[in-house]
């Protein structure tokens, strides 16, 4: 039977079983760390800039004993690869998806990879997932109330 005659549960699109940190970050449409300077929202464009801009910074990311690490977040995970154990993704029923914990860790994986023309394979099921049964806010929503930009050029926010 031709894919174009198959009709049923069986023919839907599978789950697929591993997905590339730029699958993810691609896949991203809301984020509960989105800014606003009291005029606009930044944009998930915006926030993914400054995530990995954050990420390159040493000093940003604790190490296992919660001291500031000495190589910046982008740099280990060049080097060692990207730990996932702190990576949280929420879903709503329609299949759209936001980061809330890992977010720095995401965005830099999907750079490193593109850098170094490698592909990081992170198993589906090893990611913690959360079902979203609400109404999806949206950036940009009536009802989206973001962080508000801080106002001075005070110290930037930890990564993990």
């Known amino acids: ?73 982008y740099d280990s995970i060049k080097e060692r690869g990207l730990d996932i154990g702190h990576v949280n993704l929420t879903t709503d029923t329609a299949g759209r998806t936001a980061v809330e914990d890992g977010q720095h860790r995401m965005i830099a994986g999907a750079d490193a990879d593109k850098e170094l023309g490698r592909e990081t394979l992170i198993p589906w099921n090893k990611i913690t997932h959360n079902q979203s049964m609400g109404k999806w806010v949206e950036p940009g929503s009536e009802v989206f109330k973001p962080t508000l930009l801080p106002k001075s050029d005070g110290p930037t926010e930890s990564v993990v």
């Open 1 to 73: 039977m031709a894919a174009k005659d198959c009709i049923g549960p069986q023919c839907a699109e599978q789950m697929k079983l591993f997905m590339t940190p730029g699958e993810i970050v691609d896949k991203m449409t809301a984020s509960p760390d989105l800014r606003s300077d009291g005029n606009r929202f930044e944009t998930m464009d915006e926030l993914k800039s400054r995530k990995l801009g954050e990420s390159k910074v040493a000093g940003n990311s604790p190490d296992m004993m919660g001291r500031p690490m000495q190589q910046s977040l």
